[in-house]
Every structure is written in structure tokens, then in C-alpha cells.
């Protein structure tokens, strides 16, 4: 059975930094995508970010590239998300995302037939 453990998230100021981790388990070997969804209050959720294993394919949403960051240690079955540049619009709750597979392509943004963290609070404000 597969597991994800959230942890970090947090009050911040905006322009701050934050980083999120996200510990899976219950996965055959290393060959699944991983990243991050968030869903703001009255809004759907929205992928954000992804990473294959080895971190030969990627993916960001264009609201957040270049202000995060996306990485991976097979090693620990881990998988992190440096936040930089944090404005109030990412202000949301984050849940860690994976399934199986090998690319971060458009497919990883749709929300279904996903393994999901608990989520983590991020409050970016003055």
C-alpha cells in the first residue's frame, strides 16, 4: 500500500522561502512520477510541479517556474519542493502527489488515479 508523508509548509512572508518534503513508501522501485498539487480556498486542485525517478523528466506549472524548485533522493524515497519568491497567490494547501510512471508529461496534471499526502498549510502574508 502506497504512502505519502508531508512535512514543512507554513506562515511566510511575501518574497520568503519555504520547502516542502515528501517521504513515499509502498512503491516496487523507483519507477514513479512525483510532485505536488494545491488547492486555495474556493478553487479546484491544480498540479504544479513533477519529477521521475532520477530526475530525467520534470515539469512545472508555469505559475510557479523559476521560483520553485523540484527534487528527488531515490536513495530516501523522498522528494522535495523549494519554494523562493513566495507571493500571497500561493497561498494554499499542498498536497504531495505520485503514481506510476516514467514522464512528467500533461497527463500528471489531471487529478485522478493518484496517490496523495495529507496536505500542508502554506500562508504566504504580511
Known amino acids: 500500500q502506497v504512502h505519502l508523508v508531508e512535512s514543512g509548509g507554513g506562515l511566510v512572508q511575501p518574497g520568503g522561502s519555504l520547502k516542502l518534503s515528501c517521504v513515499a513508501s509502498g512503491f516496487t522501485g523507483n519507477e514513479y512520477l512525483i510532485g505536488w498539487f494545491r488547492q486555495a480556498p474556493g478553487k479546484e486542485r491544480e498540479g504544479i510541479v513533477c519529477?521521475?525517478?532520477?530526475?530525467?523528466?520534470?515539469s512545472y506549472d508555469n505559475s510557479v517556474k523559476d521560483r520553485f524548485t523540484i527534487s528527488r533522493d531515490d536513495a530516501k524515497n523522498t522528494a522535495y519542493l523549494q519554494m523562493n519568491n513566495l507571493e500571497p497567490g500561493d497561498t494554499a494547501v499542498y498536497y504531495c502527489?505520485?503514481?506510476?510512471?516514467?514522464?512528467?508529461?500533461?497527463?500528471?496534471?489531471?487529478?485522478?488515479?493518484?496517490?496523495w499526502g495529507q496536505g500542508a498549510q502554506v500562508t504566504v502574508s504580511s
Open positions: 519529477i521521475s525517478s532520477g530526475g530525467s523528466s520534470f
Open positions: 502527489a505520485a503514481e506510476p510512471g516514467f514522464i512528467c508529461g500533461t497527463a500528471w496534471y489531471e487529478t485522478g488515479k493518484k496517490y
